[in-house]
C-alpha cells in the first residue's frame, strides 16, 4: 500500500516492484522514501510535533554482472585541504564509509579523513573536499575506504595545477 496505518508495536510488509525493465548493460538507482504522517496535535498540546522521514537507496542491478570500477584523482586545493575526485567508469554504483588518506610510504599517517557515507553511481563521478595536513604531492596518496564487502585501498593520481 502507498499509505497505511501502523500501530505501536506491529509490522507492515511492503511489496516493491519496478515499472520498467532493469537496464541491460547497468545498475539502476532509485531511492525508496518513507514518510510518517503524524495526525494532528490535540488542542491543548503545546511544544513540537516531530514526523520520521527515510530515504533507503535501491539498486536494481542488470542481467549482466555488475561491478564498480573506480579512479580518484587528488588534488591539493590549498595549503589545509585536499579535494578527491572519485570516477566510476563501472556498471554498478560504490558505496564508500570512512574516506582515510595518507601517503603510500606511511600508510598509517592520516593525512585526511571522511566519515560519512557517500556514493558513486555508475559513469559518476563524486568530489569531496578535506580539511588536511600538509601532503607531498610528489609522493602517491593511498585511500583506503569501508564498501559493504569489506576495506579497500585505492591509489590516487596526484594533479598538480
Known amino acids: ?7 505501536a508495536g506491529a ?3 511492503l511489496r ?5 525493465k532493469p537496464d541491460p548493460l547497468k545498475e539502476m538507482p532509485y531511492r525508496l522514501v518513507l514518510e510518517e504522517i503524524p495526525p494532528p496535535p490535540s488542542p491543548n498540546v503545546k511544544g513540537l510535533q516531530v514526523a520520521l522521514r527515510v530515504s533507503i537507496p535501491v539498486f536494481l542491478q542488470p542481467p549482466v554482472e555488475s561491478k ?3 579512479d580518484v584523482v587528488a588534488r591539493q586545493e590549498t595549503p589545509q585541504q585536499l579535494r ?9 554504483s560504490a558505496v564508500f564509509s570512512k574516506v582515510s588518506v595518507s601517503q603510500t610510504d606511511t600508510p598509517d599517517g592520516l593525512l ?4 560519512s557515507v557517500i556514493y558513486v ?4 563521478r563524486r568530489e569531496l573536499v578535506l580539511d588536511s595536513k600538509a601532503i607531498d604531492l610528489t609522493k ?19 594533479e598538480t595545477r
Open 121 to 124: 553511481l555508475p559513469s559518476q
Open 140 to 158: 602517491n596518496l593511498l585511500i583506503r575506504a569501508r564498501t559493504p564487502t569489506g576495506l579497500v585501498n585505492l591509489d590516487a593520481v596526484v
Open 112 to 115: 585526511a579523513s571522511h566519515g
Open 11 to 13: 509490522t507492515q510488509l
Open 16 to 20: 516493491i516492484g519496478a515499472l520498467r
Open 84 to 92: 578527491l575526485i572519485f570516477s566510476n567508469t563501472g556498471n554498478a
Open 68 to 70: 564498480d570500477k573506480i
Open 1 to 7: 500500500p502507498q499509505v497505511f496505518r501502523l500501530k
